[in-house]
């Protein structure tokens, strides 16, 4: 009795463990996958000229948006505007409806592929509050020796 | 003065709850009788006070008094009073004391229903209690103080983040805090149960009733984020799995977890020190929520300009809380030993399993979570971990959980009859195949794994009514007899029923609107036509409509179902586009018409100048509305089983008189 509670508690131990190893599996899968790296503007641009980025790669782009940038292109449901980390700024392209806390000088993170120069967007985020200011913007920011730390001016 | 009364009955309640946290402590390891009665009067006291702070609060934006910092920063003149009194909540300083009202709350209920408490653990859930409380209440002083005067006390005040300015939203708050802030209760009673050394069928018992208060107000609350996000950020999707979404989700997946582990510890003497680790577990992930939503540190859609100050406090809250019983635990753990022993194939077995996936579902969704956050600590770059991180490992996860689940009821304690239990799912397993099939080969644009989805969820659902046919034993006795017997169902099984149930219509919703969701964006002019999923879209105009305090850009679309003739079935969708005038803030407001098949859905945008037309959204989204129909089972399954007079410890039974038996007069 004494061993055969041994052994099925054994059982249970190796079954959790399989469990556990084929859990380990899927999850470093996935994130081999699925990590987008952030860049600011700058970077997009020396590292694309320096091949060290392709085209095929997904990434996050962070900055201000170019005050008077935006502009309607195409069918007009196609939004082209100028990303910046007030060093270098990039051409951004989004199909769709932006996000309602969307504007011009206002910190934004895109999602998507740059190509030919201009970064076309899946994904557009903005924050659910206009003092917030994403913290990859900041870090995009404080890179290019632009950072002010913001007052809460209204 | 009203303020300064709210300030000062927090100050107040918070040095109750530190007394509270350790006189009746001590008392309790002296078995010093009076030191232990300080306890329950101290958090009814303690719970009152909070209502005053909070009250006070309440008041100040009621009343629109901006001398109030806060009031002035998150109310003005012309919300309406629904605003005014969710804008208490829709910030940061006032929703930590909405935290702090309902840990008190809680511990306040405990101290006034829980008369059949064994005292020394009655009193040492108080104390746990009451230390978190410590806690959280000098957080709320020390950084975040709600009451905060301003001089001289503007005009006006900035009015609240008009996104928030929506009933879905107003109640989610509370809603998600008494499932989050409840699972602080299961906390104290796995920590005065091992401070105690004692964990029987009792205290099992105890903790159940609250674990599934937790889970049902939780999966309320996060059901109803959902539903918000869904319809008020004009995306068409419900789900994004951004990290203050997974702050709440993780709590969840544990709370689930500890709901059926609980059982196996009351039932069956067994995994006692396991549900221990997972009520620990699951506050501890509420309390990293809070962290990650209140400190900023991690990018998402929902953050909040934050104080960094405000995260380290919190932090180490978190450390010396989680920390604390884990510590304890580590000491007190090894010597829980449970008695009951059980074959892999049992319903223990299959609710270890069930605990199994779900913890590491937990543990996967945390890492993701964190995983940016590591990175940019050891300086390697910032990297966002997206949705398809989190669909790739959580679902595969969740198939063999759903197959499991259909199973597990149906297999007996201790030792289960596997084959038995699979004959007893044939007709289960033949309606799944075929449904699966029919699925794959009707509907176009199916795609293998979508079917696949849609059979999972027929697959849990008949299997739920099959176990309730077996109960019942339909079709094996006459009717009136099953009927009879339905009725004497106990309410807890219940509520596993509608649970499950729930489940399994919600993930049908959930694969259906992933895999079939129809988009359309362009550019229409007035009397323009889009045809989207089988719905004739025909925009008819554009108008400015004044609101309360704010501007709409509505829409005005007729929608006729293609195919349809006349004017008759047609019918209007009004989406909105809200410009608020104090915050010069805009808002959309997606009009959904949800039908049994699935939501027509539009949203208006932009105008583009050149063409003089407005940019459209419109979506139709398959079975959306099953996804919030099952939400609302679930938690109805939870409210029935809390109704169960077996979950109220030492209420008596309630008499059964057969019929026949009354003594004759």
């Given at each position: 009795m004494a061993l055969k509670r041994k052994h099925r508690r054994l059982s249970f131990v190796a079954l959790g463990l399989l469990a556990l190893g084929a859990a380990a599996a899927l999850i470093l899968t996935a994130f081999e996958d699925n990590i987008v790296f952030f860049h600011s503007p700058t970077e997009i641009q020396e590292k694309f000229a320096a091949n060290e980025l392709k085209p095929a790669q997904r990434l996050r782009i962070g900055g201000l948006v170019v005050e008077g940038s935006v502009t309607k292109t195409g069918d007009g449901a196609t939004t082209r505007f100028k990303v910046t980390d007030l060093n270098k700024s990039i051409v951004?392209?989004?199909?769709?409806?932006?996000?309602?806390?969307?504007?011009?000088?206002?910190?934004?993170?895109?999602?998507?592929?740059?190509?030919?120069?201009?970064?076309?967007?899946r994904e557009v985020l903005a924050k659910h509050d206009e003092n917030y200011m994403p913290p990859e913007v900041a870090a995009a920011l404080k890179k290019s020796g632009q950072w002010k730390p913001a007052g809460k001016e209204k | 003065m009203i303020v300064e009364t709210g300030h000062f009955a927090l100050i107040l309640a918070l040095f109750v709850a530190a007394l509270q946290g350790t006189l009746p402590m001590i008392g309790a390891h002296r078995r010093d009788q009076a030191l232990m009665a300080i306890a329950a009067p101290a958090a009814l006291i303690q719970l009152a006070l909070v209502i005053v702070a909070f009250a006070a609060l309440t008041y100040a934006f009621v009343t629109s008094d901006f001398s109030v910092l806060n009031v002035v920063q998150?109310?003005?003149?012309?919300?309406?009073?629904?605003?005014?009194?969710?804008?208490?909540?829709?910030?940061?300083?006032?929703?930590?004391?909405?935290?702090?009202?309902?840990?008190?709350?809680?511990?306040?209920?405990?101290?006034?229903?829980?008369?059949?408490?064994?005292p020394s653990l009655k009193v040492r859930v108080l104390g746990v209690q009451s230390l978190i409380a410590t806690g959280i209440l000098a957080f709320i002083l020390l950084t975040s103080n709600p009451f905060t005067r301003v001089v001289p006390a503007p005009i006006n005040g900035n009015s609240l983040n008009p996104l928030l300015q929506?009933?879905?939203?107003?109640?989610?708050?509370?809603?998600?805090?008494?499932?989050?802030?409840?699972?602080?209760?299961?906390?104290?009673?796995?920590?005065?149960?091992?401070?105690?050394?004692?964990?029987?069928?009792?205290?099992?018992?105890?903790?159940?009733?609250?674990?599934?208060?937790?889970?049902?107000f939780l999966t309320a609350g996060i059901s109803l984020g959902s539903w918000w996000a869904y319809y008020?950020?004009?995306?068409?999707?419900?789900?994004?799995?951004?990290?203050?979404?997974?702050?709440?989700?993780?709590?969840?997946l544990a709370a689930t977890a500890l709901l059926h582990s609980a059982i196996v510890s009351e039932k069956r003497d067994s995994l006692k020190s396991w549900t221990i680790f997972l009520a620990i577990i699951a506050f501890g992930l509420s309390l990293l929520g809070t962290f990650l939503v209140r400190s900023g540190v991690i990018t998402s859609v929902h953050a909040f300009a934050?104080?960094?100050?405000?995260?380290?406090?919190?932090?180490?809250?978190?450390?010396?809380?989680?920390?604390?019983?884990?510590?304890?635990?580590?000491?007190?753990?090894?010597?829980?030993?449970?008695?009951?022993?059980?074959?892999?194939?049992?319903?223990?077995?299959?609710?270890?399993?069930?605990?199994?996936?779900?913890?590491?579902?937990?543990?996967?969704?945390?890492?993701?979570?964190?995983?940016?956050?590591?990175?940019?600590?050891?300086?390697?770059?910032?990297?966002?971990?997206?949705?398809?991180?989190?669909?790739?490992?959580?679902?595969?996860?969740?198939?063999?959980?759903l197959m499991v689940m259909a199973i597990a009821p149906f297999l007996k304690w201790k030792r289960g009859d596997f084959l038995g239990a699979t004959a007893r799912l044939?007709?289960?397993?033949?309606?799944?195949?075929?449904?699966?099939?029919?699925?794959?080969?009707?509907?176009?644009?199916?795609?293998?794994?979508?079917?696949?989805?849609?059979?999972?969820?027929?697959?849990?659902?008949?299997?739920?009514?099959?176990?309730?046919?077996?109960?019942?034993?339909?079709?094996?006795?006459?009717?009136?007899?099953?009927?009879?017997?339905?009725?004497?169902?106990?309410?807890?099984?219940?509520?596993?029923?509608?649970?499950?149930?729930?489940l399994a219509i919600m993930v049908a919703g959930m694969t259906a609107s992933s895999a079939w969701r129809v988009e359309?964006?362009?550019?229409?002019?007035?009397?323009?036509?889009?045809?989207?999923?089988?719905?004739?879209?025909?925009?008819?105009?554009?108008?400015?409509?004044?609101?309360?305090?704010?501007?709409?850009t509505r829409g005005?679309?007729?929608?006729?179902?293609?195919?349809?003739?006349?004017?008759?079935?047609?019918?209007?969708?009004?989406?909105?586009?809200?410009?608020?005038?104090?915050?010069?803030?805009?808002?959309?407001?997606?009009?959904?018409?949800?039908?049994?098949?699935?939501?027509?859905?539009?949203?208006?945008?932009?105008?583009?100048?050149?063409?003089?037309?407005?940019?459209?959204?419109?979506?139709?989204?398959?079975l959306v509305s099953w996804m919030w129909t099952g939400a609302l089972i679930m938690v109805l399954g939870a409210g029935i089983s809390l109704s169960d007079r077996r979950h109220r410890v030492g209420a008596p039974a309630k008499s059964k008189i057969v019929p026949g038996s009354v003594p004759a007069e």
């Open positions: 951004v392209e989004y199909r769709g409806i932006l996000p309602d806390l969307f504007r011009e000088g206002q910190g934004i993170v895109a999602e998507g592929h740059y190509n030919n120069n201009v970064f076309t967007a | 998150n109310s003005h003149t012309d919300k309406p009073m629904l605003y005014k009194i969710s804008g208490v909540w829709g910030n940061h300083e006032g929703s930590m004391l909405l935290w702090a009202l309902i840990l008190s709350l809680y511990g306040g209920a405990i101290a006034a229903f829980g008369k059949n408490l064994r929506d009933p879905g939203l107003a109640f989610h708050p509370p809603l998600l805090y008494l499932g989050y802030v409840g699972l602080s209760i299961t906390f104290s009673f796995a920590v005065a149960a091992l401070i105690e050394g004692r964990v029987d069928a009792a205290w099992a018992r105890w903790v159940r009733p609250w674990t599934l208060a937790a889970w049902g008020e950020l004009g995306w068409g999707g419900w789900w994004f799995w951004d990290p203050v979404e997974n702050a709440s989700f993780m709590p969840w934050s104080d960094p100050t405000r995260g380290v406090f919190i932090l180490l809250l978190l450390v010396v809380t989680i920390g604390g019983a884990f510590a304890l635990f580590a000491w007190r753990g090894p010597s829980l030993k449970g008695s009951g022993l059980f074959q892999p194939i049992s319903r223990e077995g299959g609710l270890l399993l069930n605990n199994f996936l779900l913890t590491v579902a937990a543990a996967s969704v945390l890492l993701g979570t964190l995983y940016p956050l590591f990175i940019d600590v050891l300086e390697l770059g910032k990297v966002s971990v997206g949705a398809p991180y989190f669909e790739s490992v959580f679902i595969p996860m969740m198939i063999p959980m044939k007709i289960a397993l033949i309606i799944t195949i075929v449904g699966g099939l029919l699925t794959w080969s009707i509907i176009d644009r199916a795609s293998a794994f979508a079917a696949f989805g849609m059979a999972l969820a027929i697959w849990l659902f008949i299997a739920v009514l099959t176990e309730l046919a077996e109960r019942i034993k339909l079709f094996r006795v006459p009717l009136i007899e099953s009927g009879r017997r339905l009725l004497r169902q106990p309410r807890a099984s219940w509520g596993m029923t509608f649970a499950h149930a729930g359309s964006i362009q550019v229409m002019k007035f009397g323009d036509s889009v045809t989207v999923g089988g719905y004739t879209y025909t925009l008819k105009d554009v108008r400015e409509v004044p609101g309360p305090n704010y501007i709409a005005t679309f007729i929608v006729t179902q293609s195919g349809a003739s006349g004017e008759d079935d047609a019918l209007t969708l009004y989406p909105e586009k809200r410009t608020y005038k104090t915050r010069k803030m805009t808002t959309t407001e997606a009009a959904i018409h949800p039908t049994f098949l699935g939501d027509l859905y539009a949203v208006v945008g932009d105008k583009d100048e050149k063409s003089g037309g407005y940019v459209t959204r419109i979506y139709f989204n398959p």
